[in-house]
């Protein structure tokens, strides 16, 4: 059972989050002018790693503050819980 812990918190059970996806993923600075193919890889195309990942997390049935955190993706080992950041999310 995977237990995530929320930096408002503390830890709970993964039912109480939604994951948010890839944390390391930046959205391109200049969308007006940005070639199709620079757009489909940030919207669409995500890498699936086995291993150590970055990823967002919102406490959507507890406070609903969105955070980051660094989960094994094999053993859903959580490694480094990140700092909370009020108002910051995907
Ligand atoms: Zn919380």
Redesign the pocket.
């Known amino acids: 059972m995977l237990r995530i812990p ?5 830890e ?1 059970d993964r039912t ?1 989050f939604t994951y948010g996806g890839d944390a390391r993923v930046q959205r391109p600075a200049d969308t007006d002018h940005i070639r199709d193919k620079a757009w489909d890889d940030y919207l669409y195309f995500r890498d699936n790693p086995a291993g150590e990942h970055r990823e967002y997390w919102q ?1 959507s049935l ?4 969105w ?1 980051t955190l660094v989960r094994n993706t094999v053993t859903n080992e959580v490694l480094k819980e990140a700092a909370a950041n009020p108002g910051s999310g995907p």
């Open positions: 929320c930096p408002y918190c503390g709970r109480e406490h507890g406070c609903r503050q955070f």
